[in-house]
Every structure is written in structure tokens, then in C-alpha cells.
């Protein structure tokens, strides 16, 4: 749905994203474990992955302890996982639908017609990029972030301030994480910017 609210936290293997809504009274109406980057141990662990592991949730209202649920035998660290993610969505369901609606304003109009897009998975959501570069190769405009942006708040929205950004201008693709600046506590998020940016770079002969 729309109006679901991500977060991710690393269970055993990968970290492991849930998509949640609640209904005006807190309870939970919807619950989607997974992404793409889930990848724990198969036969214990992805049992979370089964609807009926997801369906216990409906019509709970967090913060939730893992006693409140049915868990996994063997699959702790997934299982707590799935409730440090939720609980965290549950601190967010006030704010999240304003940013979906604000997000998107700012990038309209500043966005050159010759700008390359791509986006790949942060921490909490998915972290655009659009950006162009010269005859050489060279980065000549940078902009992160789009209206699925919702990265942890004092930590992965730093990418999104404009001296971020400004560090990249010049810098020839394909780039690796010692190429920059980075910012404290934001791997996934400056992750998904430079595999954004290398990819936009792959694209510029097409």
C-alpha cells in the first residue's frame, strides 16, 4: 500500500525489511516481510517469509515483544528482526504519509533534461540518483533522493544536504566508498547513492 511504512534491521544473514499499516487505533492492517535483500538460512530463518507467519500480526497494535507471537525455533535473531521493525514503523506512522506528499516538490524543475536516473535499496527505502556528467566522464550535477526517500532521520537524510552531493562534482565514476566523504552510521545509504551513480555512468553511452 501506499501509506505503508518501511524500516530494515539485520537479522542473522541480511537484513530484513517489513512493510506495515496501521489502522487510526495503532493495530497493525498490513504486514509484508522481505526484500531483496533477504537472505536468511533457508528452512528456518525464511519461515518468516511464509503469510502465516505475517498474518499472526494483523490486529496488533505495537510496541511488541517477541512473546506476544508464534516464533521460529532456531530463527531468533530473524524473528526480533521482523519486531525491532515494526515497532520502529509504529514511532513513524504519524509523520510518514506527510513526507510521501512534500518529498516529491522539491525536485521538480531542478532536474536536467540530460539527467541519467537510477535507484537502489538504502536502509529504510529506495535511494534515487539522477545525475549527468561531461565529455570525460566527469560528474557535472547530483541529485539524490526522490519521493521514496526515507532514510533514517540525522543519519542517511544527510545525504540528501547539498554539501553531500557537492563532493562528487568532478569525480569520474566508477566509484568506491574510500572516494568520498562518507557520513557516520550511513553505509546502506551512501552505498545505494554510489551503486546509483556507477550505474547512471554505465548508461551514458546508451
Do not use: C
Not at 531468533?76 to 514511532?91: M, R, S
Request: proline content about 5%; cysteine-free; charged content about 20%.
Amino acid at each position: 500500500p501506499a501509506n505503508a511504512i518501511t524500516a530494515a534491521y539485520e537479522g542473522y544473514h541480511s537484513m530484513v525489511a517489513v512493510a506495515v499499516t496501521f489502522d487510526e487505533n495503532g493495530a497493525i492492517t498490513f504486514l509484508k516481510i522481505g526484500d531483496g535483500r533477504f537472505s536468511e538460512t533457508a528452512g528456518i530463518g525464511d519461515k518468516a517469509l511464509a503469510p502465516e507467519f505475517a498474518a499472526q500480526f494483523i490486529g496488533k497494535a505495537p510496541p511488541l515483544e517477541i512473546t506476544d507471537i508464534d516464533t521460529i525455533t532456531g530463527a531468533t535473531w530473524t524473528v526480533k528482526a521482523v519486531i525491532d521493525g515494526i515497532n520502529e514503523a509504529y514511532t513513524r506512522k504519524d509523520e510518514a504519509p506527510a513526507e510521501a506528499t512534500e518529498a516529491p516538490k522539491a525536485e521538480e524543475a531542478e532536474i536536467p533534461a540530460n539527467a541519467i536516473t537510477a535507484a537502489f535499496e538504502g536502509y529504510h527505502s529506495m535511494v534515487a540518483v539522477a545525475v549527468t556528467f561531461d565529455e570525460n566522464g566527469a560528474i557535472t550535477f547530483l541529485k539524490i533522493g526522490d519521493g521514496r526517500f526515507s532514510e533514517t532521520a540525522g543519519i542517511g537524510d544527510k545525504a540528501l544536504a547539498p554539501e553531500f552531493a557537492a563532493q562528487f562534482i568532478g569525480k569520474t565514476p566508477p566509484l568506491e566508498i574510500t572516494d568520498i566523504d562518507t557520513i557516520s552510521g550511513a553505509t546502506w545509504t551512501v552505498k545505494a547513492v554510489l551503486d546509483g551513480i556507477n550505474e547512471a555512468y554505465t548508461k551514458v553511452g546508451k
